[in-house]
């Protein structure tokens, strides 16, 4: 029905599922959609050319920002609890205080670091931060089809607006939940606002957000895109959900973490750096 549904990277578990999931929505009606994905290595890329590529964090970790001695410990921070967050003999709730422990953290010694506000774009300029191949059409498409596109990352906001304002596809459609900073009146970092989103937390985030989904309750089917199992709980505020289709992206630990994949998203894009799968999605659907 979609052709690049039998690209290489595509594996589903129920094929059928996903045509049946996927001809209601068209019956729907594009009117009736709404997007919700993850930021980081979701809408992001995971590697280019061999080299991994930088979360929202990682942006600001390796930026002119941070003082060296900051530098290295986050990377410890990094080494130690990446790690973690990617093993797939550890449950969630043995992961989840983890999580918190290195989010916390890390963002304690930010705070520590007195960002400027106004050294943020420079910081994204010079980042190696790539948004998928095919970013343009996806955000441009959802745009002038006018559907909602939420973006729901445990990022860091203002660096998340910063990497799609420069890529010009910041489009009135798209909404962001994440972490945001706050600074003070001289425009220095002084504290993370509201409750810490995590890889974890995404459904009481969403839950906390119970007036976006009332706006958009004319909206029940949902494409949900994420990089993480943690991502599937993102539409969890949705109300009177009807349908939804879920691609996830698997960049890393693809073996051991697949089958885990297969079982909870709809679609899973193995090793794919394009946004080429969802994209053909959205063409299907409007
Ligand atoms: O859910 P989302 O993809 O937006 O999560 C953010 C990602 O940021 C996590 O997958 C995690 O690997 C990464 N991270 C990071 N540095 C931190 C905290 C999280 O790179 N200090
Ligand atoms: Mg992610």
């Known amino acids: 029905m979609i052709p690049e549904l039998s690209n290489p990277s595509v594996c589903m578990r129920d094929p059928q599922r996903v045509q049946e999931i996927l001809q209601s929505m068209v019956k729907a009606g594009s009117n009736t959609l709404q997007v919700i994905s993850d930021f980081d290595m979701t809408l992001t890329r995971f590697a ?8 929202c964090h990682n942006i600001l970790d390796n930026s002119q920002l941070i003082t060296d001695d900051c530098k290295e410990q986050l990377k ?10 990617i093993d797939s003999t550890r449950s969630v709730e043995e992961k989840l205080p983890l999580m918190v422990e290195w989010w916390t953290k890390a963002h304690e010694l930010l705070v520590q670091q007195k960002i ?34 939420l973006i729901f990352s445990a990022g860091i906001g203002d660096i998340l607006e910063e990497v799609i304002r420069q890529a010009n596809v910041f489009h009135p459609n ?12 001289t425009g220095l970092l002084k504290a993370f606002k509201g409750e810490l989103i995590h890889i ?13 989904f009332q706006e958009l309750r004319t909206r029940p089917n949902v494409l949900l895109m994420g990089d993480s199992l943690g991502d599937l709980t993102m539409a969890d505020g949705v109300q009177d959900m009807e349908n939804i289709l879920k691609i996830g992206y698997l960049n890393d630990k693809v073996a051991e973490r697949k089958q885990s994949y297969l079982d909870s998203y709809d679609i899973v894009l193995v090793e794919d750096e394009t946004l080429e799968v969802p994209n053909a999605v959205l063409l299907y659907l409007t």
């Open 76 to 85: 410890e921070l990094l080494n130690t609890y990446y790690p973690i967050e």
């Open 116 to 149: 400027k506000k106004d050294m943020l774009a420079l910081a994204v300029r010079e980042s190696e931060a790539m948004l998928r191949e095919g970013y343009q059409l996806f955000f441009d498409h959802l745009y002038e089809h006018s559907i909602p596109l």
């Open 174 to 185: 798209v909404k962001v939940f994440s972490n945001y900073m706050d600074f003070d009146e």
């Open 200 to 212: 974890y937390n995404k459904r009481e985030g969403a839950l906390l957000n119970t007036g976006h």
């Open 48 to 55: 280019y050319n061999g080299k991994r590529c930088p979360t």
